[in-house]
């Protein structure tokens, strides 16, 4: 038996078992049955690495196979609890295949996110899912041109033919702003995020053709980060104003952690002096002293659309690139008060 601190690798095992170097190294690489070695001959090995303490040596296999096993996921920033919980949903699918993952976060930031892809590539990643922190897609462009397999999630490029899964941003504010219009609420303000990026850009056009259609003008628009100080900066501004909303729609869960400090420091209580809705749910939203309204994403279907994508791509570099958008929930709880009369 090899030392408790000693390295064991495939001699070791062969020693141990009386079996030749190649039967071992087939064994262990999962290829038993294609080389037709006995079933007691193959049991005999797994017991014997098992025994050892036998660390297959990933590098070497890396070297024989051109393949990393690891799939990287870039986020705008891992403090959002959404985008939390896409990479730990990322990390699951990926774990089916046998693949690790490798987490990044740009921070909102497009130099940051310019630099960890390079530094990702270098590591000779097998696949990417990115989640674009800002409108600069030549990079990834680039990539996906030269056959590289990569998908985007939540945020995506319309214009172009990148392949992307996400939630139909629209729809879902459409239907959370009809809501608050058929419970008599006619002046309402969304705080909005990143401005720049689509999801946003599609959850604000949602709300105010919601209002529009209902021939609504009294609404607003203000905030320029998916944060929670900017939910409260904004929320803070507008308990200020003259005329406050009866409701307001924040476009995430942080947003919405800032707004409801905001409303509890001036003494605003959700939902008798102000109804509330966010884009986003999150478990911790049921744990609030008002549970949180919301638009729920589908963050497993996300996931495993684009991990399954992703390795079919790995397969086959001339499969078509996936556009999805999938349906949100629209998820009613008590921040919501009917006004109408």
Request: net charge neutral; proline share 4%; hydrophobic share 40%.
């Amino acid at each position: 038996m090899a030392m408790a601190n000693q390295k064991v690798n495939i001699n070791d095992i062969a020693s141990e078992t009386g079996l030749s170097i190649s039967t071992v190294s087939r064994v262990l690489n999962g290829k038993g049955e294609q080389y037709r070695i006995g079933k007691k001959s193959q049991q005999k090995i797994i017991e014997a690495a098992e025994a050892l303490n036998y660390i297959p040596n990933q590098f070497a296999a890396n070297l024989r196979t051109g393949r990393s096993k690891t799939i990287a996921l870039i986020v705008p920033s891992l403090n959002n609890p959404f985008f939390a919980g896409i990479a730990s949903a990322i990390n699951s699918e990926v774990r089916k295949f046998g693949y690790i993952t490798i987490i990044s976060d740009s921070d909102e930031n497009q130099d940051i996110e310019k630099m960890e892809l390079q530094k990702l590539m270098s590591r000779n990643i097998d696949g990417l899912v990115i989640i674009p922190c800002g409108n600069q897609w030549e990079n990834i462009k680039q990539l996906y041109d030269q056959g590289f397999p990569l998908i985007c999630i939540d945020r995506y490029f319309e214009e172009l033919d990148l392949p992307y899964v996400s939630t139909d941003n629209y729809e879902g504010a459409f239907a959370a702003t009809k809501y608050l219009i058929e419970n008599g609420h006619t002046i309402i303000t969304c705080i909005q995020g990143v401005q720049q990026s689509t999801p946003n850009r599609l959850r604000v056009k949602g709300f105010k053709d919601a209002l529009e259609k209902a021939g609504i003008d009294t609404y607003s628009v203000v905030g320029d980060e998916f944060s929670v100080q900017n939910g409260y900066l904004e929320t803070k501004l507008l308990l200020h104003q003259e005329i406050r909303p009866t409701a307001l729609f924040t476009l995430s869960n942080n947003i919405a952690m800032g707004c409801m400090k905001a409303l509890k420091e001036e003494k605003v209580r959700v939902p008798e002096d102000i109804s509330l809705i966010t884009f986003d749910d999150h478990p911790y939203l049921d744990f609030l002293a008002t549970p949180l309204s919301c638009v729920a994403q589908p963050v497993s279907d996300i996931s495993k659309i684009a991990i399954k994508y992703i390795f079919s791509k790995i397969k086959n570099k001339e499969i078509k690139p996936t556009q999805l958008l999938l349906k949100p929930t629209l998820m009613i709880k008590e921040s919501i008060r009917s006004i109408l009369n």
